[in-house]
């Protein structure tokens, strides 16, 4: 990858009370790459995760999401900026329950200004890529582990943000279902020219994405090429 950073954190540091859980953490995505965070548990991933996306805001150090500063903007315009530019994908995808897939696909559109006809048409043609034609109007309880996430992949990247962030995308899944959602999710980042950042413990989902940068105390120990 040769772009410019659609996405970067340099040195950056996190402190709760005495303890520091990242300290000096560089880490930079460009358009359509695909980045692991791996490191055993405490390490600081998701926290580096939570910086980057602007949920939580650096001690030190500074995030860019392009041209734009994210770790000095307010509140309100950091929770603006990730409804607008960034998608998220959690470990067991925090569907709406009482919402059928399709809408809940459909969300962030109709939270962004849209109308709930044209979100709902621009959600549904998703369906077929991820192998869920069919299944629109089923409710995530009808749903299998995997189809979550794949309603979860779709409404992640459904507003075409210029950042995905995945926190263990695929921890609640057996190792096949994980694997081909992995596999969709980083695809379909690709293919829509989203940078796709994704926490991670399992050797397998950091294979697929093309750079790992592994964490170990909050600092980074090593990155390079994914196997």
Do not use: Y
């Not at 990247?157 to 694997?179: I, K, N, W, Y």
């Amino acid at each position: 990858m040769t772009s410019a950073p659609v996405l970067s954190g340099s040195r950056l540091t996190k402190r709760f009370g005495a303890t520091t859980v990242l300290s000096d953490v560089d880490v930079s995505v460009a358009p359509g790459e695909t980045v692991a965070i791996t490191g055993p548990s405490g390490s600081g991933k998701s926290t580096l995760l939570h910086c980057l996306a602007g949920i939580l805001r650096p001690d030190e150090g500074v995030v860019r999401l392009g041209a734009e500063r994210v770790d000095t903007l307010s509140e309100g315009a950091r929770t603006a900026l990730r409804l607008q530019r960034m998608g998220f994908v959690f470990q067991f995808g925090q569907l709406l329950p009482e919402l059928p897939a399709v809408e809940n696909v459909a969300l962030p559109l109709m939270l962004a200004g849209a109308s709930r006809r044209a979100a709902v048409h621009r959600a549904a043609s998703w369906f077929p890529a991820l192998g869920l034609a069919g299944l629109e109007l089923r409710r995530p309880g009808q749903l299998s582990g995997g189809q979550e996430q794949r309603v979860a992949i779709a409404r992640a990247l459904v507003a075409e943000p210029a950042v995905v962030f995945a926190d263990e995308p695929t921890g609640a899944l057996d190792s096949t279902t994980g694997r081909q959602v992995v596999e969709l999710l980083c695809g379909l980042a690709v293919r829509t020219g989203a940078a796709l950042v994704v926490v991670t413990h399992d050797p397998d989902v950091a294979a697929a994405c093309h750079r790992t940068v592994a964490l170990r105390d909050g600092r980074v120990v090593g990155s390079g090429i994914a196997a």
